[in-house]
């Protein structure tokens, strides 16, 4: 996540109505601030397949005041023989009377294209731009699209009910670990594997533990259906070893595992020793206990699906 020459990133963003809370979050954690828009502009560089709300982004070359001033700009591009296509995104946050129909659009396409000093192709190319009207100004630059991995874990061979749903799993890593570089990580709780998948999908050095041994075999083969790897351990969170930099804990809740206020408080005690941050999915309210196992809270959001609401807590 580090600075690149400190290029603006243009980042566009969707997410439901139940999902808005968590998408501020993972926009806190990723770039420090949240947008009040479907649009995020940062120095921050993020992959944007990382995120299930982040649609596609925009390393800028180029920013005009009007189309005219940045044609101007464009026509100095030095290509080298690279084939390109122009792309131009939409911004939601446009008022109605600024927002450009297609036919619009395709002729900004086309122009932008005519003025860059290379071979289209619309079908493979070398490099693909995007341009985009936002915040006032025209800007011109490398257009990165997401793709949503996070909807092929979701055809994965063993799952369970009240397992997190893969796109909240994904945002729950990128809360928990938004820079994943040199970073440790642990799910002690880890159940089916669902968030160890997000996570070792993007490289995240996380084990997994679990103390119910039924489940252990699922969540390994979870893992290596989607081609990953990854250690899971049969093992109690209170007997956890070693030192993590953060833990990834869905508390248990289904009516197989029945835990008591005190058993919490148990588990969240033995995550503070091993653990520096810790983020917890809860359905029930446990701020009194965190805080009774030395934590404190930083930052919260609800996630919903329809009637059933989760917290997301972080936590140091």
């Keep these: 996540m580090n600075n690149h020459e400190l290029t603006t990133y243009i980042y566009t ?7 808005q809370f968590l998408c501020a ?3 806190r954690s990723l770039f420090g601030k949240e947008s009040e828009s479907s649009v995020m502009e940062s120095f921050v560089k993020i992959e944007p397949s990382r995120s299930p709300f982040i649609k596609e982004r925009i390393g800028v070359i180029y920013e005009g005041e009007s189309l005219q001033d940045l044609l101007e700009q464009v026509s100095t591009l030095q290509l080298f023989g690279a084939s390109f296509k122009v792309i131009y995104v939409k911004n939601a946050s446009l008022a109605k009377s600024e927002k ?3 036919e619009n659009r395709r ?3 086309r122009e932008i294209g005519l003025h860059v000093d290379g071979e289209a192709d619309l079908r493979n190319p070398d490099r693909l731009f995007g341009v985009m009207n936002v915040n006032g100004r025209w800007i011109f630059g490398d257009y990165v699209k997401s793709e949503s991995v996070w909807f092929q874990h979701q055809k994965k061979p063993h ?3 009240t397992a997190l749903n893969t796109r909240v799993a994904r945002a729950v890593v990128n809360i928990a670990i938004p820079a994943p570089g040199g970073i440790k990580a642990i799910d002690p709780c880890c159940g089916i594997g669902t968030v160890l998948v997000e996570a070792r999908s993007m490289g995240i050095d996380i084990v997994g533990s679990d103390r119910n041994h039924l489940i252990l075999d699922g969540a390994r083969e979870n893992i290596a259906h989607f081609g990953l790897t990854g250690e899971v351990n049969l093992a109690d969170i209170n007997d956890v070893t070693g030192h993590y930099d953060v833990a990834i804990i869905d508390l248990p809740y289904n009516l197989c595992s029945v835990i008591t206020p005190e058993e919490q408080l148990e ?3 033995s995550a503070r020793r091993f653990a520096k941050k810790v983020v917890v999915v809860t359905v029930e309210p446990i ?7 030395g934590f404190a809270i930083i930052d919260r959001a609800v996630a919903k699906k329809g009637l059933f609401t989760r917290e997301v807590m972080v936590c140091n």
Excluded: W
Excluded at 13 to 19: H, R
């Design 100 to 102: 450009e129909g297609f």
């Design 107 to 109: 002729k900004t396409e």
């Design 25 to 27: 979050l993972e926009m």
């Design 13 to 19: 963003y969707a997410c439901t109505e139940d999902e």
């Design 159 to 161: 799952s369970y009910s």
């Design 287 to 293: 701020d009194e206990i965190l805080l009774n196992a």
């Design 267 to 269: 588990m969240l005690q």
